[in-house]
């Protein structure tokens, strides 16, 4: 095994590792086969499988869940014979013409019943976007318990290869979410976007670099990456982020090679609070993130295409991409079908601690994190949870052997058994 693997922090299986590529030089631009190489190398090192699962995707139910706003229950396959429970979001009546697709990827112990998911749901489904939120892994139908905040990955054993297996499932989620968007006759599948917030923003770091059929992609409350030592790579939560963080070790700027492969996807954008209470301790404000620009710039042979980042004073930890800058960066690059700049600018925005109150939506009751969002549109309605449910629970029980984390875990672990 060559001698740059000896910087990792654990030992691998030389099996389950893609041959690695020559260190790349700090000021080295990485060409287009190169880049190629780059993501078929860090998918190998999470297991994603290539070829992708076939979608097998299935609608289980139609239904209203606001004014201008359709919603199919939907489910499609992702690694090991598992499958995604998922909610799409769709203008009614639809523009003329293709539309943009937009896939949600939650925070830690996020799933669809989030009031992100929901809100985002609604709103950019008005503004003309198909919209898809998922269960992540081991939340909400996903879960053993059906419940939201389970956590369940958290639970996993099997040390460092079981970590890059699970974010590889995070990785082959998402992936399978685009392929789902890209299959609708609706969507554009050249107009796709995904944001990640929190837990979700560093698995759409990663997923932003390796899945090039992403036209944009927005981080909120992450995106701080720079490699060994940091909130990502030293994060307690081992499984979804310390371990398949210290595995990305073989890229050596990892951060500016990571964000050098996102530029040639194309547009990126990250988004903070100054008081983010979660990752702001470590001081990643402007001037890292300037840094971080112009390393990735020399990786990627010129500024141009290079991630844009901005914060907003006084926040903390929040679901940015809901927020007015955001939705105009978004609409600069995906094309609202319904909304225009000087529409989107004059929509209300909605105090969502106070569209908690009064819709009965579980939120962040904290103004400085969730609580104080102030998301773009207004008039979006409460829902119940089983309104967003794929199955009922006789349904679910039904189904559950390929749903659930459980499922998913005793395949990975035979999978790495052989």
């Not at 699962?53 to 239904?63: G, I, M, V």
């Not at 749901?121 to 998922?134: D, E, K, Q, S």
């Not at 979660?278 to 840094?291: C, S």
């Not at 991630?307 to 929040?318: A, D, L, P, S, V």
Request: glycine share 10%; net charge neutral; proline share 7%.
């Amino acid at each position: 095994m060559r001698t740059l693997l000896l910087a990792l922090t654990f030992s691998f299986s030389c099996s389950s590792l893609a041959p690695l590529a020559p260190t790349l030089r700090a000021d080295e631009a990485l060409s287009p086969a190169r880049v190629t190489a780059l993501r078929t190398q860090i998918r190998a090192n999470f297991f994603v499988p290539d070829p992708l699962p076939a979608l097998d995707a299935k609608t289980h139910r139609h239904f209203t869940p606001a004014p201008g706003v359709k919603a199919e229950a939907v489910t499609y396959a992702t690694e090991l014979g598992t499958r995604v429970p998922a909610i799409l979001y769709l203008p009614d009546p639809l523009p003329a013409g293709k539309i943009p697709g937009f896939v949600v990827v939650t925070g830690h112990g996020g799933d669809k019943y989030s009031w992100y998911s929901w809100y985002a749901g609604i709103a950019f489904a008005r503004g003309g976007m198909a919209v898809l939120t998922y269960d992540q892994a081991g939340e909400g139908e996903r879960s053993g318990t059906r419940k939201s905040n389970a956590r369940e990955h958290d639970a996993l054993e099997g040390g460092e290869v079981m970590a890059r297996r699970l974010f590889g499932l995070m990785l082959t989620d998402v992936m399978q979410s685009v392929s789902y968007l890209a299959s609708r006759p609706e969507v554009d599948p050249h107009r796709i976007g995904a944001t990640g917030f929190s837990m979700g923003s560093f698995v759409m770091a990663i997923g932003g670099a390796v899945e090039p059929r992403l036209h944009a992609v927005v981080l909120a409350a992450g995106g701080n990456l720079s490699g060994a030592g940091d909130y990502w790579d030293s994060s307690p939560k081992l499984m979804c982020q310390g371990l398949p963080s210290q595995s990305l070790r073989f890229l050596g700027d990892q951060a500016a090679v990571l964000y050098a492969l996102q530029a040639a996807r194309g547009p990126l954008l990250i988004r903070n609070g100054k008081v983010d209470q979660v990752i702001t301790p470590q001081k990643t404000f402007e001037p890292f993130f300037a840094d971080l620009q112009a390393r990735t710039a020399k990786l990627h042979g010129s500024r141009e295409g290079v991630f844009e980042f901005g914060f907003k004073e006084g926040t903390g930890h929040r679901p940015y991409f809901l927020e007015q800058p955001a939705v105009l960066w978004l609409e600069k690059q995906l094309n609202f079908p319904n909304w225009t700049e000087a529409q989107i600018r004059a929509l209300p925005e909605t105090h969502i601690s106070e569209w908690a109150k009064h819709t009965g939506v579980p939120a962040d009751s904290d103004e400085v994190r969730g609580g104080g969002t102030l998301a773009v549109g207004g008039d979006v309605p409460g829902f119940s949870r089983e309104d967003l449910s794929v199955f009922s629970p006789a349904e679910w029980d039904a189904h559950k052997g390929e749903l659930t984390f459980a499922a998913w875990t005793a395949a990975a672990k035979a999978a790495s058994a052989k």
